[in-house]
């Protein structure tokens, strides 16, 4: 028995080992936050989009930067970020990046202006960018290997509860207070988690952490803010021809290309290349990042849908919203079970063609549909995520060893972010095309020099429309019709990239892998069955 147990210490001290099931809900607490501000501003962006005094008067490209603001720096520095938690201490780096957080935070909340509001974002993703990375990879070095599915099943369980409390919470808050308040209710949950994490959490680091590779930050940052940027300004302007467009989405792909050389001939690299040279791992990290390319993108014209065609009020919409995260929140502990069973490939297969089949299933959402069909689309939906974010990150987390847990998560969570900004700027594009396009011809009861900033949304229509008092009646039908035509090919636009993950998982991800090794290796079949 002794003997036995003798490599146990070194890996995990028994302190720690005891109370790793306090330090996982403290993590969860940590990167409950970052979540749930993504999923609050969901609910608020109509409100923002309000003119003053009741919002902001953002156009639908500046709410889109607004969100990819804060995703750009977060997914621009997870990086540098996972290797300064495997340099430093994920502790240090984690209560600083907490700290940080919660001030953007509080200066979010006191924006005057849409740009404003951008800039405090993006600080508030250079916190979230330290956070996220720091809980996986605490979390790594305080469970033994064979504990490790389930953490990262309670964990990504958690990221269902966060997307579950929030636009719950902030339907409640902008029924009551002003729409700043969406952003000043993370302070009070950021002071209690670094208290906790003070008090709980142990420090670890990677004894041999690289360098820190600025250029290879600086690479990432501006082709990805680049490549959004023109992506976005061509959603607004209603072509992708424009040469200032075209002009702005090659450079940021040129400036990408070069980062990935750089990365490969630099000797303390961000991203170490040689990790794709692993298929499993290349087909989980893209997997992670297709889900979230579609389901922020589905996110961010479902509220207009709600809110704006079906006149639910944040709170209403927030509450609608509820299957989604409750599906992620009863499946994702429990997805580990499914894959013992039938293997990665079949579960995450599974769930990217589940996902497919709810996108798709938009476009029988009308403005008279009952709201019970939007409430199985949503249930639906989270349960494909549950099944493909737990195994996918298990594999992720497993495919590297312990020591470079902070360059894992890292990768991860660069990939889900950079997947979301992308969906977001891509869909939110074909959206605001898609719905120009079919509102043009119907916006000839403004004046000209008002038409354009009319087209560029269904809140911009809908406001002008009320400026013109009853004359403006047609113009509202033709808005939701407009929208409901732009969010049919949007969900269309969804469903083929979650096709493309599908096919992806299913040609790279393993089957039941535990077949081979027979007898002697029957106890690791759990393990094999989610970590290869």
């Not at 990290?285 to 065609?309: D, K, P, R, W």
């Not at 994702?332 to 996108?359: E, K, N």
Request: aromatic fraction near 8%; charged fraction near 15%.
């Amino acid at each position: 028995m002794s003997t036995s147990a003798i490599p146990a210490p070194p890996r995990i001290p028994e302190a720690v080992h005891r109370r790793r099931w306090a330090i996982l809900g403290v993590l969860m607490l940590s990167l409950l936050i970052v979540v749930l501000d993504n999923s609050i501003l969901n609910v608020a962006i109509k409100t923002i989009s309000t003119p003053e005094p009741t919002g902001l008067g953002a156009t639908q490209g500046e709410l889109e930067w607004a969100i990819n603001s804060y995703t750009l720096v977060f997914a621009g520095l997870l990086f540098t970020a996972g290797l300064l938690g495997d340099r430093l201490g994920r502790k240090k780096v984690l209560i600083a990046g907490l700290v940080v957080f919660g001030i953007g935070s509080a200066f979010a909340a006191q924006s005057g202006s849409p740009v404003q509001l951008i800039v405090f974002r993006a600080l508030m993703g250079l916190g979230a960018a330290f956070v996220m990375p720091a809980t996986l990879a605490v979390l790594m070095n305080v469970f033994e290997r064979e504990e490790q599915p389930k953490a990262i099943g309670i964990w990504a369980g958690g990221v269902g509860l966060a997307i579950a409390i929030g636009p719950i919470t902030g339907g409640v808050l902008l029924d009551h207070f002003w729409w700043g308040s969406v952003f000043l209710i993370n302070v009070p949950i950021v002071i209690v988690a670094v208290a906790l994490m003070i008090w709980l959490v142990p420090d670890s680091r990677d004894p041999e952490p690289g360098r820190v590779d600025l250029v290879g930050v600086a690479l990432s940052v501006v082709g990805l803010v680049l490549l959004v940027y023109g992506i976005i300004k061509g959603g607004q302007l209603a072509d992708f021809t424009d040469p200032a467009v075209l002009g702005t989405v090659l450079a940021g792909l040129a400036v990408l290309v070069a980062f990935v050389l750089y990365e490969k001939r630099c000797d303390h690299p961000s991203v170490d290349i040689s990790y794709f040279k692993n298929r499993v791992f290349s087909a989980a990290i893209s997997a992670i990042a297709l889900v979230f390319f579609a389901l922020m993108g589905v996110t961010f014209f479902s509220v207009f849908y709600t809110q704006s065609v079906r006149g639910y009020s944040p709170l209403q919409t927030g509450l609608l919203m509820l299957p989604l995260a409750a599906a992620q929140l009863i499946f994702a502990p429990r997805a580990r079970l499914v894959v013992d069973r039938f293997g990665v490939r079949a579960v995450c297969t599974g769930g990217l063609l589940l996902v497919m089949a709810t996108l798709a299933s938009f476009t029988i959402l009308d403005a008279d549909t009952p709201i019970w069909i939007l409430e199985v689309i949503f249930f639906l939906m989270g349960t494909g995520m549950a099944h493909i974010m737990t195994p996918t990150s298990v594999v992720i987390m497993q495919a590297l060893p312990r020591e470079k847990a902070g360059s894992a998560s890292a990768l991860s969570n660069t990939f889900r972010q950079v997947g979301g900004a992308l969906g977001i700027a891509v869909l939110g594009s074909v959206l605001s095309t898609a719905y120009r396009n079919g509102v043009e011809e119907k916006l000839t009861l403004l004046p000209e020099s008002a038409r354009h900033t009319a087209g560029e949304s269904i809140e911009a229509t809908l406001g002008a429309a009320a400026r013109l008092g009853p004359r403006g009646e047609p113009l509202v039908a033709a808005a939701n019709d407009s929208f409901l035509h732009a969010m049919h090919v949007t969900a269309l636009w969804g469903a083929g990239v979650a096709v493309i993950g599908s096919l992806v998982v299913f040609l790279f991800l393993p089957g039941r892998t535990p077949k081979e090794p027979r007898p002697q290796e029957k106890e690791a079949e759990p393990v094999g069955a989610a970590g290869h």
